[in-house]
């Protein structure tokens, strides 16, 4: 029971989730697009997970599949998540099903129910978005709803679904390079809103944590069988005191004038329309883009009460650590000083 898959191995979240395996004595296959690393002990396989063929190598003689493959939220390409995410997840399906692989654990996200408005304290019972905050997160909802439907202890294959939200951490190549590159240009003036709103930051080692506890925890007639469960630090903290932690971390100075949220939003909506606009002539990537003014100035913190209580899920390193190791973990980004 201890041999497994990890589709996406090679991103941030995969390539810890490749190590803490290793280090649990697990025999590690990876399957993914790339190959970001060499370990002696993992098996690479390289492909696509929309390609059946591809994947039933990667899946042979293995008990569980962690799945956390998907394009980038920021690529913003509409057919691309529909694809992989969507699509893809089905051909994930069917290949653990062929392969006689007993256990999927699909990596989800809290956002599959956020519509930008504030959610405090939400649990796994809150309705999937009607109205999605962009396409990548409808498309993780078409995912965790496929891979919760499959759930089938009559022919022996268990699904599960975790739900991190705003995953940091050493090697993250989102949240740390974004806010420091937005600092670099001096982009990082203003606290959207009162900057009091919550929010859950999930230290990288934790979302592993509850990852390899679900599927150690999925059983027949377990609790865990074709549900959903965030895994979060159990600390929320007000959007911009963890920015600016990371920022004075690194050297850059916190933001510290107000400007109200919908004037935030109605700019980055604005800006938006501007660069569709010019899409045919230019390509140009907004920093403030609608999606991320909802993150940053409204409520958005999870309970994980349902992974205590089904997996006994607790965080393994403290808010106050986290940040710590990894504002440590990122020399290049420090403000280099006259
Ligand atoms: N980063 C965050 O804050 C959060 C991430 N998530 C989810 O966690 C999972 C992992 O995210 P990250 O590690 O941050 O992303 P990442 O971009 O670092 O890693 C994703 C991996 O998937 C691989 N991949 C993409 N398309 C593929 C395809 N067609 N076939 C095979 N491999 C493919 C990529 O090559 C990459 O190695 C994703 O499912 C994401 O939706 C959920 C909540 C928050
Ligand atoms: C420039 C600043 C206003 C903010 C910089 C930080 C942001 C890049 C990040 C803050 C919250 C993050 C987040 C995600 C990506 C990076 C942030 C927007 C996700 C969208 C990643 C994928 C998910 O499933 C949900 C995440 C929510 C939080």
């Excluded at 280090?23 to 390609?51: M, P």
């Excluded at 999927?104 to 999937?128: H, R, W």
């Excluded at 907004?286 to 899920?313: D, I, N, Q, W």
Aim: hydrophobic share 40%; proline share 6%; charged share 20%.
């Amino acid at each position: 029971g201890r041999s497994c898959t990890v589709i996406g191995g090679s991103g941030f979240l995969g390539q810890h989730m490749v190590e803490q395996l290793l280090a649990k004595g697990y025999r590690v296959n990876v399957f993914d697009i790339q190959q970001s690393f060499e370990r002696e002990q993992v098996t690479f396989y390289l492909g696509d997970l929309c390609d059946k063929e591809a994947l039933l190598p990667a899946l042979q003689g293995v008990s569980v599949v962690f799945h956390c493959a998907s394009p980038a939220p920021s690529s913003d390409n509409r057919e691309l998540f529909y694809k992989v995410n969507f699509l893809g997840t089905k051909t994930v399906i069917a290949a653990c099903r062929e392969a006689r692989v007993q256990k999927l654990v699909l990596t989800s996200s809290a956002s599959v129910v956020f519509e930008g408005t504030d959610i405090k304290n939400g649990s796994e019972d809150l309705p999937y978005a009607q109205k999605p905050i962009d396409y990548y997160t409808e498309t993780k909802i078409l995912q965790e709803k496929e891979v919760l439907s499959a759930n089938d202890p009559d022919n022996d294959f268990l699904t599960t679904a975790i739900r991190p939200h705003g995953i940091f951490g050493p090697r993250d190549p989102q949240l740390v390079p974004i806010l420091i590159q937005a600092a670099q240009s001096g982009k990082m003036k203003f606290i959207i809103g009162d900057g009091k709103n919550l929010v859950d930051f999930t230290y990288v080692e934790n979302v592993v944590h509850g990852h390899i506890l679900a599927a150690e925890k999925l059983h027949k007639d377990s609790p865990l069988c074709g549900k959903a469960f965030h895994i979060t630090n159990d600390e929320p903290i007000p959007f911009w005191t963890f920015m600016s932690r990371i920022l004075t971390g690194l050297d850059y100075d916190p933001p510290k004038y107000h400007i109200p949220y919908w004037l935030a939003y109605y700019l980055a909506l604005l800006l938006a329309l501007l660069l569709a606009l010019l899409r045919p002539l230019v390509t140009i990537k907004a920093t403030f883009t609608p999606m991320r003014v909802a993150l940053a100035g409204t409520f958005h913190y999870y309970s994980c009460e349902r992974a205590k209580r089904a997996m006994g899920y607790r965080p393994v390193v403290s808010l106050d650590e986290a940040i710590a190791r990894t504002v440590q973990s990122y020399p290049s980004l420090r403000r280099a000083r006259a």
